[in-house]
Nanobody, 120 residues
Framework: QVQLVESGGGLVQPGESLRLSCAAS????????LGWYRQAPGKQRELVAV???????NYADSVKGRFTISRENAKNTVYLQMNNLKPEDTAVYYC??????????????WGQGTQVTVSA
C-alpha cells in the first residue's frame, strides 16, 4: 500500500498561482503513473492531470495551458503547478499513483486531499 501525502493547498485570489506537492512512500516510485484529481462541492471527482513513467502527460480541457504536472523520481514526489487560478478551480485536490497510459489512467492509491480555494 503506497502512502501519499499532499501539501501546498490554500486560499488564493483569482489569477494567482499555487504548487501542490505529493510525496509517496514507495521504493519503486519511478515505475508508476501519477495523477491529480479534484472534487468540488456537489460535483463528481474529475481527473485533472496525469504523468506516466515516461513523462507523457495529459490534462483536463479546463486546465490545459494553466496547470503543469511534473515528477521528481529522486524525491518520490509529484507536483501540480497551477497558474492563473479561477474560482471554478476551487476543490479538494487528490494525488494518486496508478498505471496505464496518459489517456487511460487507472488510480490505485489515493492521498488524503488538500483544499484549494480561489476567491476574491
Amino acid at each position: 500500500q503506497v502512502q501519499l501525502v499532499e501539501s501546498g493547498g490554500g486560499l488564493v485570489q483569482p489569477g494567482e498561482s499555487l504548487r501542490l506537492s505529493c510525496a509517496a512512500s514507495t521504493a519503486i516510485f519511478e515505475i508508476y503513473a501519477l495523477g491529480w484529481y479534484r472534487q468540488a462541492p456537489g460535483k463528481q471527482r474529475e481527473l485533472v492531470a496525469v504523468i506516466t513513467a515516461r513523462d507523457n502527460t495529459n490534462y483536463a480541457d479546463s486546465v490545459k495551458g494553466r496547470f503543469t504536472i511534473s515528477r521528481e523520481n529522486a524525491k518520490n514526489t509529484v507536483y501540480l503547478q497551477m497558474n492563473n487560478l479561477k474560482p471554478e478551480d476551487t476543490a479538494v485536490y487528490y494525488c494518486t499513483v496508478g498505471d496505464g497510459n496518459a489517456n487511460d489512467y487507472r488510480p490505485h492509491n489515493w492521498g488524503q486531499g488538500t483544499q484549494v480555494t480561489v476567491s476574491a
